[in-house]
Antibody, heavy 112, light 107 residues
Framework: QLVESGGDLVQPGGSLRLSCAAS????????MSWVRQAPGKGLEWVSY???????FYAESVKGRFTISRDNAKNSLFLQMNSLRVEDTAMYYC????????WGQGTLVTVSS | DIQMTQSPSSLSASVGDRVTITCRASQDIRNDLAWHQQKPGKAPKRLIYDASSLQSGVPSRFSGSGSGTEFTLTISSLQPEDFATYYCLQHNSYPRTFGQGTKLEMK
């Protein structure tokens, strides 16, 4: 099971830290990703962190977002800085390379 | 980046119909393709991975096929709970890319 938290209403230029709490599987052995969905739009991959520390970012968030994990706490994080209106979306964490398990999502709204 | 082109973007069908959705990759992705189902207000759910492997717990009326650049998701006999939006995802390389989605509506 995956449970996201940390979504909120934030002004453009602001910051947020999303969390994803994992349970029911060996979290440290799994790669994890963040995927987002703007209101009424399709799915967009955001970032990936492997079990061994390999990281990838979508071009649209590179330099602004940072993915990390704490295996001792079975948690995945997404630090989001310099937020833009276009970052408004539901943010999901998901497991593995093709997202076998998804959280319920946490809503980030960037607006003045 | 690998572009994923999904068709149709919307589809009207009836309970009991056989439905096929197609996804085309802009380059060879071997069999590294997944299909996800999303219902309104809910998180996506993986149905198929590696092009044709059925996710545990997913009904056998769902099937996937294809390799290389052409892939299909088939629902053999539509059930009321299958009306949803379907997305393909290439899991061959980064950045991961999704198709634009197919909204399956009741006729």
């Amino acid at each position: 099971q995956l449970v996201e938290s940390g979504g909120d209403l934030v002004q453009p230029g602001g910051s947020l830290r999303l969390s994803c709490a994992a349970s029911g599987f060996t979290f440290s052995s799994w790669s994890m990703s963040w995927v987002r969905q703007a209101p009424g739009k399709g799915l967009e991959w955001v970032s990936y962190l492997s079990s061994t520390g390999t990281i990838f970012y979508a071009e649209s968030v590179k330099g602004r977002f940072t993915i990390s994990r704490d295996n001792a706490k079975n948690s995945l994080f997404l630090q989001m800085n310099s937020l833009r209106v276009e970052d408004t979306a539901m943010y999901y964490c998901a497991t593995g390379g093709s997202y076998g398990c998804w959280g319920q999502g946490t809503l980030v709204t960037v607006s003045s | 980046d690998i572009q994923m082109t999904q068709s149709p973007s919307s589809l009207s069908a009836s309970v009991g119909d056989r439905v096929t959705i197609t996804c085309r990759a802009s380059q060879d992705i071997r069999n590294d393709l997944a299909w996800h189902q999303q219902k309104p207000g809910k998180a996506p759910k993986r149905l198929i991975y590696d092009a044709s492997s059925l996710q545990s717990g997913v009904p056998s009326r769902f099937s996937g096929s294809g390799s290389g650049t052409e892939f299909t998701l088939t629902i053999s006999s539509l059930q009321p709970e299958d009306f949803a939006t379907y997305y393909c995802l290439q899991h061959n390389s980064y950045p991961r890319t999704f198709g634009q989605g197919t909204k399956l509506e009741m006729k």
